[in-house]
Antibody, heavy 120, light 110 residues
Framework: QVQLQESGPGLVKPSQTLSLTCTVS??????????WSWIRQHPGKGLEWIGN???????DYNPSLKSRVTISVDTSKNQLSLKLTSVTAADTAVYYC????????????WGQGTLVTVSS | QTVVTQEPSLTVSPGGTVTLTCASS?????????PNWFQQKPGQAPRALIY???NKHFWTPARFSGSLLGGKAALTLSGVQPEDEAEYYC??????????FGTGTKVTVL
């Protein structure tokens, strides 16, 4: 069974770059037919899609975050990463990595999430 | 900016049936939006329930079903159990490349 585990600093200073890693186990991150997403949830609020990276290596980002976001994969480590630059308190959230299934048209496996707080 | 709207809250009795809906600010929701549904309990990550309108994951209980209803995506819970009390989110795909989550529905079993 596929498992995803997010990791990274729980506290980031304003104006700095938020960097998170998602380690995938139970399957290859380069398996065809799948893509990988980052999704966040502000405290007590709903879910917000950040972006996707596809088997081809291409990406799609939420227009509201596009100028600050980079999603990439490290196939040698079977990891997915997220970088969000110039963070503010508004970026404080739980960040989830999620697997998407292109053939089925949906998201299936979610990581447990990691809370990132932006504060000086 | 695209907005996907759900009922803020719904209450259902144990054993009853409740239908949640998911509407798009751009117009009628069709199968081309690949509606997904997720359940989230407090302190937990969301769990996928339904993909592509009406398809269940192997872990999805039979009492959950997805459909299109009156230009919206819908999630119906039949024979509701106390453990179904949770927040439910829909997700729509726009152009296959942009994902937008719904505002969420809090379901109370009372």
């Amino acid at each position: 069974q596929v498992q995803l585990q997010e990791s990274g600093p729980g506290l980031v200073k304003p104006s700095q770059t938020l960097s998170l890693t998602c380690t995938v186990s139970g399957g290859s991150i380069r398996s065809g037919g799948y893509y990988w997403s980052w999704i966040r949830q502000h405290p007590g609020k709903g879910l917000e899609w950040i972006g996707n990276i596809y088997y081809s290596g291409s990406t799609d980002y939420n227009p509201s975050l596009k100028s600050r976001v980079t999603i990439s994969v490290d196939t040698s480590k079977n990891q997915l990463s997220l970088k969000l630059t110039s963070v503010t308190a508004a970026d404080t959230a739980v960040y989830y990595c999620v697997r998407g299934d292109s053939d089925r048209g949906g998201l299936d496996y979610w990581g447990q999430g990691t809370l990132v707080t932006v504060s000086s | 900016q695209t907005v996907v709207t759900q009922e803020p809250s719904l209450t259902v009795s144990p054993g009853g049936t409740v239908t949640l809906t998911c509407a798009s600010s751009t117009g009628a929701v069709t199968s081309g939006y690949y509606p997904n549904w997720f359940q989230q309990k407090p302190g937990q990550a969301p769990r996928a329930l339904i993909y592509s309108t009406s398809n269940k994951h192997f872990w999805t209980p039979a009492r959950f079903s997805g459909s299109l209803l009156g230009g919206k995506a819908a999630l119906t819970l039949s024979g509701v159990q106390p453990e179904d009390e949770a927040e439910y989110y829909c997700l729509l795909y726009y152009g296959g490349t942009q994902l937008v989550f719904g505002t969420g529905t809090k379901v109370t079993v009372l």
